[in-house]
């Protein structure tokens, strides 16, 4: 998980869908201000919000028969798509978060246009002036946005530094990270939006708690003929019999919710998909 997504819970006993997480104006949100000598100083109410996640199911389900199982054992079989199962769950993962960059207010880029180091400079400035913390800052781009932004660096002087991802920033971050650029941890996602009818792709920028997300742990139930939780992961696997049909059917249910958490920590960055 990166800083610039932050994990606020789990509803397994909650007794609602519904995670709201609150924030509070501390740390220098108001400033002092110079009070006379023998005045008494006034009362400054705290500023507060909240945002609320709601976790719903998503869900992919598979069917193998017992002849494609035994021509295709260790490539094709129920145990391999239980691992298919867990990498469906990160992709929609990816999906909805990703989908949440349309709804940022502050946008960069020109509809229509190649992505480039001054669109990423200027979403970088908007994040300043919001007084978004300079650490764990992240971008999510699309294939086409990067290659752009990498063919715009080519032309640049001076010492911008495109850090490509070693295995070790990798294993760190998690996959999909290409790269470091100014601060940045780079993510490519083939999931940003489309944006402008097809016309473009919205990736995002993002500083330390841009995004928040909740998850749902699904324990065994009574009834339950056969299901596991996938290791190291919210992600149950569910097996269903047809004997008579000589299939066996994997489901794996995942159950999420995302939510953007304050919308000053990110900025959309629209350009050309073509």
Known sequence: VH????????????????????????????????????????????TDDAVSVTVAR???????SDLASIVNRGRMDPERLVADMVGAARMRKMAMLAALAT????????????MSVDDFFDGDILLNM???????????????????????????????????????????????????????????SSKCPAANTNADRAGMMLGAGALIYAEGTREPMIGDAAGVLAPGTKVWIGFERDEAGALTKVVGNYYIGVNIAEDARGVAVITDHE
Not at 10 to 30: C, E, N, Q, R
């Open 3 to 46: 800083p610039s997504i932050v994990l606020i819970g789990d509803i397994m006993g909650a007794g609602s869908t519904v995670i709201k997480t609150g924030f509070v104006g501390l740390d220098g949100y108001d400033s002092m201000s110079a009070v006379a000598e023998g005045s008494s100083s006034s009362n400054t109410a705290l």
């Open 58 to 64: 998503q869900a992919l389900q598979r069917q193998i």
């Open 103 to 114: 709804s940022f207010t502050n946008t960069v880029g020109t509809s229509g246009s190649d």
């Open 130 to 188: 919001a007084s978004v913390p300079g650490e764990g800052r992240l971008a999510i781009l699309h294939g086409r946005q990067i290659g752009d932004l990498r063919q715009s660096l080519r032309a640049e002087s001076g010492a911008l530094q495109w850090d490509q991802a070693t295995v070790d920033m990798i294993k760190a971050a998690g996959p999909g990270l290409i790269a470091r650029f100014l601060g940045y941890d780079i993510f490519q």
